[in-house]
C-alpha cells in the first residue's frame, strides 16, 4: 500500500552572512590591489626588473590595462593606492582581531592532522581553505615592507637593507604579485568548494 503521505522538499541551508566591514574590506581590497596591478604595470613597462632599462619586456597587449603616463605617473599612483591597500588591510586584521574570527580564519594544529588522516572529505576542504588563508599572511607582509623600502628608501633604510640591495628588493616585490593572484583563485575556488556559490556571493552582496 502506498502511501500518501508526500515527501518533504529538502529545506535549503543557512543562507550565509557577513559583516558589512568583511564585505567593504573584500570590495576596496580587488579594487585597490586590480589599481596597484594597472600602476605596477606601467613601472615595469619603463622600469623592467628582470634585465635593467633594455630587459624583459611585457607584451604590448597589456599596455591598455596600464594606468600612468610613464614612470613618474605610474609611481605616484602605485604609491597612494598602497596607502589605500596597506591600511584596509590593517582595518581588517584589527577586525578579525578584536571579533576573534581569527579562530574561525586561521589554520592550526588541528587542521593539519585532519589533512594528515580524516575521511572527511568536508572537514578536509575546510583545513586546507584555513591553511590557505593563513600562508598568505608572510606573503602580504613581505608586499608591504618591499613596497615601503622602495616608497621611501632613506627613511627606511633598515627595512631596505634586510633585502641586501635594490635589485633584489624589486624582484622581491615583484615575484608577491602572482603570488598573492595565485592565493586569490585559489581562495575563490575554496569559498566555492566549501560554501558554494551562497558563500562567495555573501562576500559581497546581501
Not at 100 to 110: N, V
Amino acid at each position: 500500500m502506498e502511501s500518501s503521505i508526500a515527501p518533504q522538499p529538502k529545506r535549503p541551508g543557512k543562507k550565509p552572512t557577513q559583516a558589512v566591514f568583511a564585505k567593504v574590506f573584500h570590495g576596496v581590497n580587488i579594487l585597490s590591489l586590480l589599481l596597484m596591478m594597472a600602476s605596477g604595470l606601467r613601472i615595469y613597462a619603463a622600469n623592467p626588473v628582470f634585465g635593467g632599462r633594455e630587459g624583459l619586456r611585457l607584451p604590448k597587449f597589456l599596455e591598455f590595462l596600464m594606468i600612468g603616463d610613464g614612470l613618474a605617473q605610474g609611481r605616484d599612483w602605485h604609491f597612494a593606492i598602497m596607502w589605500v591597500y596597506s591600511l584596509n588591510l590593517l582595518g581588517y586584521g584589527l577586525f578579525i582581531l578584536c571579533t576573534k574570527r581569527w579562530k574561525q580564519r586561521f589554520a592550526d594544529g588541528g587542521d593539519l592532522k585532519v589533512i594528515r588522516v580524516s575521511a572527511n572529505i568536508k572537514r578536509r576542504n575546510y583545513a586546507w581553505h584555513r591553511l590557505v588563508y593563513t600562508s598568505i599572511i608572510p606573503i602580504l607582509l613581505l608586499s608591504i615592507a618591499s613596497g615601503l623600502a622602495m616608497y621611501k628608501p632613506i627613511q627606511f633604510a633598515w627595512l631596505a637593507a634586510l633585502f641586501r640591495d635594490w635589485q633584489t628588493l624589486r624582484v622581491v616585490h615583484f615575484i608577491t604579485v602572482p603570488i598573492v593572484l595565485i592565493f586569490t583563485f585559489v581562495h575563490s575556488c575554496m569559498a566555492l568548494t566549501v560554501g558554494g556559490k551562497r558563500l562567495v556571493k555573501s562576500m559581497f552582496l546581501a
